[in-house]
């Protein structure tokens, strides 16, 4: 029986998206931009206010509904499957668009460089339990107009697994858009198998920018997977209360939905979000506050009751160091999301309020990650009934360190971390040099780092990827890329 989290019986949830039809139809949704507007009022939404908002009925909202896939899958850039979004089989990625990174030698935060950005792709490649590569960190010695895609650029150079991105501009969807066809090689295969998924943002509350919904309608056209990313803030962007944030995270992803479905039906879309708390003390945003994460899941709860994959930014801390907080809250959002099967969970490694990225947290993070599938995989029988000949081998034995029944269920029984947690006897632990968390994390990352195998994608590709990539940068005023 796999344990489960639920914070809304169905008749809240229910209320919950009933209200957020209500307030898409009466209240309806600032959008910035005039194609979509204009889009949107061709296919049915109201647009004559007097407020130039755009009003979608609940009955757009349902069609959308309807042709959103139920599931989908992401590939890496070798063309395999790696993952598929569907029940509750929860899937870890670093989280995204840092722009700083905690200092590996001097434990300060800094702007993050080219080299971070190749040695996070490398350290990814050889953690196992995160399903795909983020744009984790933005790097800081390109030109801000590329600095999108040349985070693709390098993921997909040095990390084989799928990539979660996204654009900053209107403009830098389209290098981002030649990236990813350079891995594939047409857009029929590049809809067949995605290597990628971009994420669009309303913003709070209830508006598209011109950004938000170009960029959305865009990877539509091309049926480029998309997670819609709310970010309602508690008591300053959104109600205070929790279930009105959650009204308005809902209307805020169904006008995602309904615009997506209309450019291109079938579109893959996760329901996904950041919402936060507003912390009116320090005026910030805290994620790893216990309502931020209770918001998160609720809001998958939510999208799984309209039947669609679910994605949320959770399991990460706003400590600025890899220190207690930063473990209390990451291991309580990881837990959480599990519990409720949120399908794609953003944020390990990252700290500060979403700004910061750490190599040495995305090592414990994965720790977190493989704890967490032990406790979904929850408790069931294994050779125990009847249990008296077992107990009977106890006794006469003393022990059962070498039984068969041990033997046959050890591995799929208990979870062995790897040399970042701390299980030795104390004695032990001062004779091997008292490591701390930090230092056993760091050693890891070298490791690791040092074991990367490059990629196996093909020169062909790595050319094409060099082209895209220098093109973009020349335009805008930069003869040649970083050393990387």
Partial sequence: MRPQFQQLDGDLAEQIITEAKIVLAEVGVDIGDDETRSFLADHGAGVDGADGRVRISASMVEAALDTTPLSFSLFDVLGEETHRFEGNRTHFTPGSAAINILDRSTGEIRSAVTSDLVNLAKLVSGLPRYDAQSTALVS????????DSYRLFLGLLHCEKPAVTGAFTIEGFEVLRDLLLAVRGSVDELTAKPVGMLTCCPTAPLRWTDEGSQNL????????????????????MAPVTLVGTLIQHTAEVLSGVVIAQLVQPGTPLLFGGSPAIFDLRYETTPMGAIETTMLTCAAAEIGKRLGMPTQGYISLSDSKALDAQAGLETGIGAILAALTGIDNVSGPGMLDFESCQSLEKLVVDHEICLMTDRLTAGIEPREDFPSRALFEELLAEKHLMIADHTRRHLRSELTFPGPVIDRMARARWLEEGAATLGENAASEVDRIIGAFTPSRIGDDV?????????????????????ER
């Fill in 140 to 147: 800081s010695d390109v030109p801000e107009a590329i600095s």
């Fill in 217 to 236: 309608m865009d990877c539509a056209r091309l049926r480029i997977p998309v997670e819609i990313i709310p970010v309602p803030l508690t008591g300053f």
């Fill in 462 to 482: 790595k050319k094409e990827l060099e082209e895209v990539m220098t093109a973009a940068a020349r335009a805008n005023g930069m003869d040649t890329l970083p």
